[in-house]
């Protein structure tokens, strides 16, 4: 949901209490915590690093590390925030580690809703050109737009989980769709001309 | 409502039933936004699609498995940490501080004293070596560029501000100045607060602060005490008449908070008037200053609070050079844009700078034999300016015909031998603002008018510049520069800078009762 500038986020309300059982040590609790976030949090992994090995190998460390941790946060509310600054701060080791950044493109899929060989062909070509936009943003306004268009996050958390303020966030979502839609803007009317 | 503050909204928030009314009402009505709109959502879903993965649940497995086998790490005791006694902190305070001043003592008579004309060349030198090569090509990537309308009119505001401010000569004129200046941000804060968030919304908030802060304040203090009340007063009028004028209240909460510190400001000036003593210069380390890029309205409030607090004309002249080269860059953009507002008097005020800025100061530095490191670093002054006149011609050879105008009349204004006329002096600028005297001429051709005046008994012929607004004046009352007969008693009343003649009444007056309306 989103009000204003503002979205309020609607989360378990059994959440927090999978936090406080988790952080004493059980299991169970935590593994319903993987089953609420792991995708999320591969997903972005996914859009940073465009390898889902990696992204699912650096989602693994971010779980690991936040399972260890655990006992350590104080407000159990602040829970996401903490778990995805775990994953960026594992993406950021783990591509100083490779010291390569982003060589591999993200795949891209066909939508399944189109009909006919030649929507496919558009399709297809829309989302590779797409495919390069994305890759041509650099990795701060990426991953500030991720958090925002895919997770969906209030400002204040993206600001939280980058460690920025909250206006640098916005300004980096607003910069990336900016860049996008110049990169889009030029395709699209190529391909009408 | 425009596209671009429309744009402002769809590029970083979700459409909903919470964004303003006029937002949504442009949306509706204007195809481009809509386009817009409908391209983003698709480039959202696009993006969707693309990092969407098939679900694997071998690595959750093996991360489970993983678990077991890791043990937790300790909680953390969140016991609040102790705060010591208060005579202990203290205590440990000044113990730093005194070991500090220690070793800054032992620092300084261990290491050999440099001699600080020297420490101030070294690191200026660098800069200035890079900005001569290729001023524009090196800065454009650190420029800022003024994007609206109303940023392009408060940089030409900013940037007339300033060619008066180093044409001054008294406290007075330096306050009035930073003072309209403050204005100017005031007013263009007021404007993006009336039209929705903006980027600039804060910075502009900032600049007003700062212009009342660290300029008025700091001229103030630097008045004489005797000029004191009366200054006092005349600022204090001034900002009640601003804080009057503020901007209706909003519901959107980041304007509310902007015109919040906007109001602020100005009441913590006028709260700080009666307590000047506290008020210093504020340190500004140049360094810093030359390498950070910054918007060329900050640059030019910037110089307009270091150059009105400096006293030095050496380093006015310096200070002058280094925003002068600083701003050419942002300068030619302007002049190069065809819908930059007032253009042609840009390019003049450019020169006032210049002229008024560095070449007056370094003349007045080197009049008597000065010392020979200054005058070394007033050649090195004078020879970085005359680089920045030689690259405003270079520019002007490959200039287009819009923009050829403006710098025609900066490089000329900026020629240090330029005919144009002196800077108002204590004598001449700071005359009264009315005065009488006997008509003896009136120039239709050249709209100027020549007075005999009366000045200590003697008696002088000035003659002036007649604006255009007289000029409609005189012709509403059916009243033409003809009907003004030789022998005539005016009364005239003159512009700021004593140059133009603004209001023009027949009659018997006196110079003393000019005086007395001027103070």
């Known amino acids: 949901l989103e009000k204003g500038s503002e979205r309020i986020t609607v989360r378990s309300p059994d959440e927090s209490n999978w936090v406080r059982a988790a952080s004493r040590g059980d299991q169970a609790a935590f593994a319903r915590l993987v089953d609420c976030y792991w995708e999320k949090i591969r997903r972005w992994l996914y859009g940073l690093t465009g390898k889902q090995h990696m992204a699912e190998d650096v989602a693994q460390e971010t779980f690991l590390k936040a399972w260890t941790n655990l006992p350590t946060l104080r407000e159990v509310e602040t829970f996401r925030v903490w778990l995805f600054r775990i994953a960026r701060h594992c993406w950021l080791d783990a591509r100083r580690r490779s010291g390569v950044q982003r060589k591999v493109p993200l795949p891209y899929e066909l939508p399944g809703n189109q009909t006919g060989p030649l929507n496919e062909m558009i399709a297809g070509e829309t989302q590779e050109k797409l495919q390069v936009a994305v890759e041509l943003l650099p990795s701060k306004y990426r991953a500030a737009y991720l958090l925002w268009t895919q997770e969906e996050l209030p400002y204040s958390e993206i600001a939280a989980i980058l460690g920025v303020s909250e206006e640098t966030a916005r300004w980096r979502v607003c910069k990336a769709r900016q860049s996008l839609v110049q990169t889009m803007t030029s395709y699209w009317h190529c391909r009408e001309s | 409502m425009k596209c671009r503050e429309s744009q402002y909204w769809l590029y970083s928030f979700q459409p909903n039933a919470a964004w303003p009314a006029d937002v949504v009402a442009h949306l509706q009505g204007c195809s481009t936004c809509q386009q817009l709109q409908g391209q983003l959502r698709q480039i959202d879903q696009g993006i969707n699609e693309l990092t969407s993965l098939p679900a694997n649940e071998a690595p959750v497995a093996q991360l489970l498995s993983r678990i077991e086998e890791i043990p937790q790490a300790q909680p953390t005791t969140i016991a609040p940490p102790r705060q010591p006694a208060a005579w202990l902190r203290y205590g440990a305070y000044l113990t730093g501080a005194a070991a500090l001043i220690a070793f800054g003592w032992l620092i300084g008579r261990l290491v050999e004293p440099v001699e600080t004309i020297k420490t101030v060349e070294v690191v200026r030198e660098m800069p200035v070596e890079v900005i001569r090569e290729k001023t524009v090509e090196i800065f454009r990537d650190k420029l800022v560029p003024a994007h609206s309308q109303s940023d392009r009119s408060l940089f030409a505001a900013l940037v007339k501000r300033n060619a008066q401010l180093v044409q001054t000569s008294q406290s007075e004129d330096r306050i009035e100045t930073l003072l309209n200046m403050a204005d100017d941000c005031r007013q263009h804060a007021l404007a993006l607060i009336a039209n929705g968030p903006r980027d600039a919304l804060p910075l502009t908030v900032d600049q007003y602060a700062q212009l009342l802060r660290d300029g008025v304040l700091v001229q103030l203090a630097q008045a004489p005490e005797l000029d004191q009340p009366t200054l006092k007063t005349a600022v204090k009028t001034r900002l009640l008449r601003m804080a009057d004028a503020d901007a209706p209240a909003t519901p959107v909460k980041i304007l509310a908070d902007q015109r919040e510190a906007l109001q602020t400001a100005t009441q913590q000036t006028m709260e700080r008037l009666d307590q000047l003593e506290g008020v210093n210069v504020p340190v500004r380390s140049k360094k810093v200053q030359r390498h950070e890029p910054m918007p060329p309205t900050s640059a030019l409030i910037q110089f307009a609070l270091t150059f009105s607090s400096e006293t030095d004309p050496v380093m006015k002249a310096d200070l002058c050079t280094d925003y002068v080269q600083r701003l050419m860059p942002s300068m030619m953009l302007y002049l190069a844009d065809d819908a930059a507002p007032q253009r042609d008097e840009m390019g003049q005020q450019f020169g006032e700078m210049i002229q008024f800025g560095i070449y007056r100061p370094l003349q007045v530095a080197t009049a008597k034999q000065p ?53 108002p002096t204590k004598e001449g600028g700071k005359g009264p603002r009315t005065i009488h005297g006997v008509l003896k001429s009136v120039n239709g051709a050249n709209s100027t008018i020549t007075v005999t005046t009366k000045v200590q008994g003697k008696e002088a012929e000035s003659t002036y510049a007649l604006t255009k607004d007289i000029l409609s004046a005189i012709g509403a009352k059916a009243f033409k520069l003809g009907d003004l007969k030789t022998g005539m008693e005016l009364n005239l009343r003159l512009s700021e800078d004593r140059r133009m003649v603004i209001d023009i009444n027949q009659g018997r007056g006196s110079n003393e009762k000019g005086q007395k309306e001027n103070k």
């Open chain 2, 371 to 423: 010392p020979q490191s200054m005058k070394a670093q007033a050649d090195r002054i004078f020879q970085n300016a005359a680089q920045t006149v030689a690259d405003m011609e270079k520019h002007l050879e490959q200039a287009s015909e819009g923009m050829r105008f403006g710098f025609e009349k900066g490089v000329g204004k900026s020629n240090p031998e330029s005919k144009g006329k002196s800077p």
